[in-house]
């Protein structure tokens, strides 16, 4: 059964940058296309970027778009999200997830397994 650990969440003041990791473990990652998800307190749960199995697709959020950037390197079985010019709005526990998909797709619905997330906070 895949299970995906998420780490690299921590608090970052505004402006700054983080990188998020995601890392597979019990099935090669390369079946999988990821997404990222992002719940802040009070708020319902939102995608924020996905990529496909191959990584030739990706997808982002409007709120995220050129600041965040997502990557995977199937050799690691490590899925990856920088987020640049971070603003306090980006606060919220981010999880990844993933999905048996055609190649080349992503999306944010029907996630088969998923991590269980790592803490954003920003603040100065």
């Known amino acids: 059964q895949l299970q995906l650990v998420e780490s690299g969440g921590g608090l970052v003041q505004p402006g700054g940058s983080l990188r998020l990791s995601c890392a597979a473990s019990g099935f090669p990652l390369d079946y999988y296309a990821i997404a990222w998800f992002r719940q802040a307190p009070g708020k319902e749960r939102e995608g924020v970027s996905c990529?496909?199995?191959?990584?030739?697709?990706?997808n982002y959020a409007d709120s995220v778009k050129g600041r965040f950037t997502i990557s995977r390197d199937n050799a690691k079985n490590t899925v990856y999200l920088r987020m640049n010019s971070l603003k306090p709005e980006d606060a919220a526990v981010y999880y990844c997830a993933a999905a048996e998909r055609v190649a080349g797709k992503c999306g944010y619905n029907g996630m088969d397994s998923w991590g269980k997330g790592t803490l954003v906070t920003v603040s100065s």
């Open positions: 990529i496909s199995s191959n990584g030739a697709s990706t």
